[in-house]
């Protein structure tokens, strides 16, 4: 079946200017996460979206940064007035939750942005 | 707040040889250990996890140690080959942190033929 999409995989902006990122998780994956790589960097949480609860965005790093996720499905990162520091690649993952499940992560390839 | 350290940063070893990377964490109640594979250009992928009532798991020539005292856990690649050459993560997920991970920093393994 069809893994963890993610749109666009490239994105190169201007300062300043707004950003969307698009996640599409498996179907049936009641959570999603997004996390954001910088350059040879590890794994920084952003937000987990878990089913209908309120979102967990204690990681989200400033104002600037927002997401929804409709429906329960697709999930979008909006990133406002970016800054060079927000270049990095940018990465969704979604996993089943409850009684019997791994919590295994199953990721996407990512959206790499570059903000010039 | 929850931390999770990862050693080395950057490993090279001889084909044929063991790659060993250790990770530990800060918080004790922490119960699932993963350990994620990324190749270049795409996302990370489970290779194997561990949980807190384990001490150690195996998988052909992966294997993962966990020591709940010292809080720390270990990834070993026996007999490596030129395909292991990825970025490694540790991951822990914390006690109050629901499904979410906390990632280490990687380490860059690079398995020369």
């Known amino acids: 079946g069809a893994g963890v999409s993610q749109s666009p995989s490239n994105k190169v902006t201007e300062k300043g200017k707004d950003v969307e990122l698009r996640c599409d998780p498996i179907s049936g994956h009641t959570a999603l996460y997004w996390y954001r790589q910088s350059l040879g960097q590890g794994l920084e949480f952003l937000i987990y979206f878990q089913g209908n609860s309120a979102p967990d965005k204690s990681g989200l790093p400033s104002d600037r940064f927002s997401a929804e996720r409709t429906g329960g499905s697709v999930s979008t990162l909006t990133i406002q007035r970016t800054q060079q520091e927000d270049s990095a690649v940018y990465l969704c993952?979604?996993?089943?939750?409850?009684?019997?499940?791994?919590?295994?992560?199953?990721f996407g390839e990512g959206s790499r942005l570059t903000v010039l | 707040g929850e931390n999770v350290e990862q050693h080395p940063s950057t490993l090279s070893v001889q084909e044929g040889d063991s790659a060993v990377i250790k990770c530990t964490y800060s918080d004790s109640a922490s119960n699932y250990f993963p350990w994620y594979k990324q190749e270049l250009g795409k996302g990370p992928q489970l290779i194997i996890d561990?949980?807190?009532?384990?001490g150690e798991k195996k998988d052909q020539r992966i294997a993962v140690t966990l020591n709940k005292t010292a809080k720390h856990f270990s990834l070993h690649i026996t007999e490596t080959q030129p395909e292991d050459s990825a970025v490694y993560f540790c991951a822990a997920r914390f006690n109050n942190a629901g499904n979410m991970l906390t990632f280490g920093g990687g380490t860059r393994l690079m398995v020369k033929p």
């Open positions: 993952a979604s996993s089943v939750l409850g009684t019997g499940a791994t919590g295994e992560l199953f």
């Open positions: 561990i949980r807190s009532n384990v």
